[in-house]
Nanobody, 126 residues
Framework: QVQLVESGGGSVQAGGSLRLSCVGS???????MGWFRQAPGKEREGVAT???????IYADSVKGRFTISKDKNKNTLYLQMNSLQPEDTAMYYC?????????????????????WGQGTQVTVSS
C-alpha cells in the first residue's frame, strides 16, 4: 500500500512563499505525480503535475508562481509556491499513479492517480 504524506502548509500573507513536500512510502520516481487543491465550496482542481520523464504542466492560475519538482533520492515531491494570493487558499493534496496514456489532461484526470495524501492546508491572508 503506497502512502503519501504532505507537509509544509501554513498561513502566510499575500506575496509570501511556502514549499510543500510529499513523501512517498515506496519508490515513485517512475510514477506520474501531481499537486491538487480544493477550497471550501469549490471543486478540486489540478495545480501542477510532473511526468516520469520530468515534464511538467501547470494550471494557468499558478504559472510563473509555482514550481513542481521531485527528488528521487528522498522519494519526495515538492511544490514551491511564490507570490501567494488569497485565492490560493485551499487544502493541497499530492497524488501519484502509474503513468497512463493520457486521454485528457494530467491536471484534470483525477481518476488516473491511484494514491492520494491526506492534504495540507494553505491559508493566504490579504
Amino acid at each position: 500500500q503506497v502512502q503519501l504524506v504532505e507537509s509544509g502548509g501554513g498561513s502566510v500573507q499575500a506575496g509570501g512563499s511556502l514549499r510543500l513536500s510529499c513523501v512517498g512510502s515506496v519508490y515513485m520516481y517512475s510514477y506520474c505525480m501531481g499537486w491538487f487543491r480544493q477550497a471550501p465550496g469549490k471543486e478540486r482542481e489540478g495545480v501542477a503535475t510532473i511526468e516520469s520523464d520530468g515534464s511538467t504542466i501547470y494550471a494557468d492560475s499558478v504559472k510563473g508562481r509555482f514550481t513542481i519538482s521531485k527528488d528521487k533520492n528522498k522519494n519526495t515531491l515538492y511544490l514551491q509556491m511564490n507570490s501567494l494570493q488569497p485565492e490560493d487558499t485551499a487544502m493541497y493534496y499530492c497524488a501519484a499513479g502509474v503513468c497512463p496514456i493520457w486521454i485528457g489532461s494530467p491536471l484534470h484526470d483525477f481518476h488516473e492517480y491511484k494514491y492520494w495524501g491526506q492534504g495540507t492546508q494553505v491559508t493566504v491572508s490579504s
